[in-house]
């Protein structure tokens, strides 16, 4: 079993940048695709991005490419969302998830999540 805390959430302005940060808890990690997911009240949870095992594949939400850039450190047994220029509309609880199996952009896909990290970006 694999146990995920995120960090680095806050309130930031728009335009400005945040980044996120996944911990796990063992270093089996590295076998592990991960993704981030974010999720508003009311909705269901959104895929944002995805990241392989190695760190060589990677997968974004074609409405958020361009501002976002997962990356991990396995080493660290970390993975991060770096969140460039963001919008109101970016407002949300980010989740980071962890899958055994194919890289996947649905949540039921993930075998163990994090708690969440809520990111307010404010006008």
């Known amino acids: 079993q694999v146990q995920l805390v995120e960090s680095g959430g806050g309130l930031v302005q728009a335009g400005g940048s945040l980044r996120l940060s996944c911990a796990a808890s063992?270093?089996?990690?590295?076998?592990?695709?991960a993704g981030w997911f974010r999720q508003t009240p009311g909705k269901e949870r959104e895929f944002v991005a995805l990241?392989?095992?190695?760190?060589?594949?990677?997968s974004y939400s074609d409405s958020l490419k361009g501002r976002f850039t997962i990356s991990r450190d396995n080493a660290k047994n970390q993975a991060y969302l770096q969140m460039n220029s963001l919008k109101v509309e970016d407002t949300a609880v980010y989740y980071c998830?962890?899958?055994?199996?194919?890289?996947?952009?649905?949540?039921?896909?993930?075998?163990?999540w994090g708690q969440g990290t809520q990111v307010t970006v404010s006008s």
């Open positions: 063992r270093r089996t990690f590295r076998n592990y695709v």
């Open positions: 990241i392989s095992g190695t760190g060589i594949n990677t």
């Open positions: 998830a962890a899958s055994r199996v194919l890289p996947s952009i649905y949540a039921n896909r993930y075998d163990y």
